[in-house]
């Protein structure tokens, strides 16, 4: 057997684009991107418009954007125009987490990857700042189900801020806080003391913490870098209020997108494309511009927040 291998020797597995080399050679900023939003989380042609979109609110805020996904058995950090398009299409792209993520490089699969698997490929291409749309979390009736995101075991585990809108409401959030303070992982909601819910600025619920600034978390995950083995920082942006679906309105297409995915028997990795899909169904594709604009106000904040770090 070959020794474990440490993150530095996984580089021969890691494909940067141009952009992205030489921006880590130069010192510039770089945010990491995930790509399960884009196969599984959004329908063509707007989830390839959007990680466009999204790539291009980055740069300008003067960051580089690296959207990291699976192919031929690499990690892509940082793809071209045309990956981008192959991945937004093609039908077979397996939705990689951490368990699936070895699987798809040694099978050579397609793989997108979620905020566990993208934490996984982000830290071992050097990349401290990601920024997503919603982590997965603590589903309801997890109790019988025990259907709990490995996004909060990595997140526990790997040293990358995840900028995120919070969890996706879908999900149990006081629970899903819990086991975030179990596994050691300080949750910031950005410019006010209220958790975010994704699609809504309002949870109901306090967040652990609140900071102001870019400059402000970034000294958090400065003191994070002192300590071995400390895990992620989960930032909880919210959607801007122009762009919002009100909580009190979202509650009842949660409740009727669980209860049909249910009906059809759906479990696992699927809850959540299928319950996103039936809420894009519901709110007759609301949802979809609110997803899209939570996650490029995301982008903007983690834009910011990685240059304080170079
Ligand atoms: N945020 C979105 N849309 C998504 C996801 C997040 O706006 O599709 C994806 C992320 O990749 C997240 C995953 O990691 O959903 C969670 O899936 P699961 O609940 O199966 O762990
Ligand atoms: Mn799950």
């Not at 790539?55 to 959207?67: K, L, N």
């Not at 077979?92 to 040694?106: E, N, Y």
């Not at 990601?130 to 997890?142: C, M």
Request: proline content about 5%.
């Amino acid at each position: 057997m070959t020794k474990p291998a440490s993150t530095a020797s996984l580089q021969d597995l890691i494909v940067y684009n141009d952009e992205v080399r030489a921006a880590l050679d130069a010192g510039k900023p770089v945010v990491a991107l995930e790509s399960t939003i884009i196969t599984h989380g959004m329908p063509f042609p707007r989830n390839v418009e959007t990680a466009r979109q999204v790539e291009a609110d980055i740069r300008a805020e003067g960051a580089v954007p690296a959207t990291i996904a699976l192919m031929d058995g690499k990690i892509m950090v940082g793809l071209s125009d045309a990956d981008l398009d192959r991945l937004a299409q093609a039908e077979d792209v397996m939705k990689c987490s951490r368990a699936d993520l070895t699987f798809a490089l040694a099978t050579g699969r397609y793989g997108a990857t979620t905020v566990a698997a993208t934490m996984m490929a982000a830290h071992a291409a050097g990349l401290k700042v990601f920024a997503t749309g919603g982590i997965g979390g603590v589903h309801k009736g997890a109790e019988l189900s025990f259907d709990i995101s490995a996004d909060l075991d990595e997140l526990g585990r790997t040293p990358v801020c995840v900028v995120s809108a919070g969890a996706k409401a879908l999900l149990d959030i006081p629970k899903t806080l819990e086991v975030l303070e179990t596994r050691g992982v300080p949750v910031i909601a950005y410019g006010t003391k209220e958790l975010p819910a994704f699609w809504s600025r309002s949870s109901g619920l306090e967040a652990p913490y609140s900071l102001n600034s870019a400059k402000e978390i970034g000294a958090l995950l400065k003191m994070r870098e002192r300590f071995a083995d400390h895990g992620g920082v989960l930032v909880a942006n919210p959607v801007p209020e122009t762009d919002e679906i009100p909580r009190a309105e979202m509650t009842g297409y949660i409740d009727e997108a669980i209860r049909m995915a249910e009906a059809q028997n759906i479990k696992g990795k699927e809850v959540t494309p299928v319950v996103l899909g039936a809420i894009l169904d519901l709110t007759n594709g609301r949802s979809l511009e609110t997803n899209i604009a939570l996650v490029r106000n995301n982008a903007r904040l983690a834009a910011r927040i990685a240059a304080t770090l170079v």
